[in-house]
């Protein structure tokens, strides 16, 4: 044995006298693992769905939206707490619209195909991945989501979902 081994045993048994008694910490945050959607498990939505959400995205009409800070948006009626949750990362979306490379057109029909499956799937929130380019889809993402009765709350996604390329939706499922 040479003298390496010895001062990592000698270390280890002075680590373990001194944890000797102390208990371990329950975790009271549960975090979803993410899942992974293969094409079998895309929601099959039909176009005169995705026609109905895009029905309520206008070009002209352009919602009171706070400029200052990252982007963000709550429905009236809906607690500043649940934008907070969003903002920090409480909600996992379980679903992903990757919106890079898209015109404005694409990007509104595959945004109403979206919410319309996540509403038929009863997936409360999703990731909508705009990009930041040339400031276009993310300028125009949020004042089309500040239009849907659907959507409760959105705000800028956290890093590890986007960060300011991106924004976590928060969907009101309606009662079946």
Not at 11 to 19: G, K, N, S
């Amino acid at each position: 044995m040479s003298k390496k081994d010895f001062n990592l045993d000698d270390d280890f048994a002075l680590f373990q006298e001194a944890v000797k008694g102390v208990k371990k910490i329950s975790n009271d945050t549960i975090i979803a693992p993410r899942r992974q959607i293969t094409k079998s498990d895309t929601p099959k939505v039909s176009t005169k769905e995705a026609q109905n959400h895009e029905f309520y995205f206008s070009d002209e009409f352009e919602p009171h939206l706070n400029e200052n800070g990252p982007t963000h948006y709550a429905r009236t009626g809906v607690s500043k707490y649940e934008v907070k949750k969003l903002r920090r990362g409480v909600y996992v979306p379980d679903m992903y619209l990757d919106m890079h490379g898209m015109t404005q057109r694409e990007a509104k029909r595959e945004l109403a195909a979206m919410i319309a499956a996540c509403l038929k799937e009863d997936i409360t929130c999703c990731c909508v991945m705009h990009g930041i380019g040339k400031h276009i889809l993310k300028q125009k993402t949020p004042l089309w989501l500040a239009q849907h009765p659907d959507v409760l709350a959105f705000h800028q996604a956290p890093l590890e979902f986007g960060g300011d390329g991106a924004l976590l939706v928060l969907l009101d499922i309606p009662e079946k």
